[in-house]
């Protein structure tokens, strides 16, 4: 997941002929080195790439992408720090008038590390948590990462860094999310980006705890209470590109860090428009988080990335976003959706690693509320494994059956299954987690009544 500040991140906007003008900030994996060995890592990052940029050709990247006009760099891996020349990049991208910004696992940075990033001029980094203690070191296939963690953002405060955290949403991190947040709030993080985990990279071997479309319907309350209590607090949750999309709590949730939270919606995937994704081997996409084969654009050993951004078709797939050939490419429950001409199916990212292609995400809290609401449950399977490389994904199966057909499986996620610190239960008014499922279930009552599906399994 990358960091980004919604303050110096730079958006698409329309101009007087109505079509897009694209501008964006870049996502640059400098390496596919790792210290860890996450089980939900998409890249599969470990060793390093075989053919990785060498100084002189990211130097020369680096003003290619002040030239293009890119106002900020987010450094990623595997993880940045392993590259060996990562400092002098991030000084250079400095130096050239652009913000550079970090994401890391935080496993292995010291108080001089995080002092000679401020002196290299960092601006901001993204540290990743994805739950408690044991939890997190499981996933992260590492013992003792959680500890480093709280560690490395302690120097990051110390030497005058801005930090936030991430973390994925999954079976295993779901049910500690409100105890996750008060770890986090009481060690000063002010900054929260969530994402669901998808089947890519590890995470297609992974699959068994990934979320089911049905659980949203439970966890989408719990997040939408977390965010409230979180801007009350000073801890902003900022929702993930495959965080919504329209459902009850969508202005809620990504509106309550701007004023005017009535006009903030989600308004479809912006790969190619707002960021664009960067390999450690020169390779160009759209969106750092996109498969490799898929959507490269090109190479900058073989082209200038002016050239690769604004005439390579694998960039600009979202170009027509807002006419009527920008839903030409949603099938299955996304096609006819509502919504469709805004969300456009969501997070490009999200559909295509379960089933090969884009158009049709099974995320959807507004298409989950649905099909409860009616009786019934979408599930996937994994039906074709994954080939074991960078970025790569499997393809799933889909199937609809009855909310209440037989279902056995112990990672299952519910409410009921959620922890809560003591101190924000003693805070509501009533039972909280009564007060939860009230929400949950209101709304169901209500889509059952507004979004009636034709035709009942």
Partial sequence: ?????????????????????????????????????????????????VDELSTAEAFDLIHQMADLGIKEVSLIGGEAFLRKDWLDLATEIT????????????????ERTAERMAEAGIRGVSVSVDGLEAVHDKLRGRKGSWKQVF??????????IPFGCNTQINRLSAPQFPLLYQ??????????????????????????????????????????????????????????????YFGPYERAMRGVRFKDNQNVFYTGCNAGLQVIGIEADGSIKGCPSLPTNAYTGGNIREKKLEDIFYNAEELKFNENAGTPEGTDHLWGGCKGCEFAELCRGGCNWTAHVFFGKRGNNPYCHHRALKQVANGQRERFSLKTGAAGLPFDHGIFDMVTEPFNAPYDDPLAFSLDKVQFPERLVASYEGNLLAGLKEHRDKYLKYYAERFPLAQPV
């Fill in 95 to 110: 130096r050239v008038g652009m913000r550079p910004t970090m994401t890391t696992g935080g496993f292995g940075i010291s």
């Fill in 151 to 160: 560690q490395t953002l302690a120097h990051f405060r110390k030497v005058g």
């Fill in 183 to 244: 770890t986090l709030l009481d060690a000063g993080v002010s900054f929260w980006q969530i994402q669901l985990t998808v089947p890519m990279g590890n995470a297609v071997e992974s699959n068994q705890i990934l979320m089911q479309p049905w659980e949203l319907v439970d966890l989408y309350p719990m997040l939408a209470w977390l965010s409230k209590t979180g801007h009350a607090e000073g801890l902003q949750i900022q929702p993930g590109n495959n965080i919504g």
């Fill in 1 to 49: 997941m990358v960091f980004t500040d919604p303050v110096a991140n730079p958006a698409a906007e329309a101009d007087t002929s109505g079509s897009y003008q694209r501008t964006t900030y870049a996502v640059w994996e400098i390496t596919l080195k790792c210290n860890l060995a996450c089980a939900h890592c998409g890249s599969r990052a470990g060793d390093s790439r």
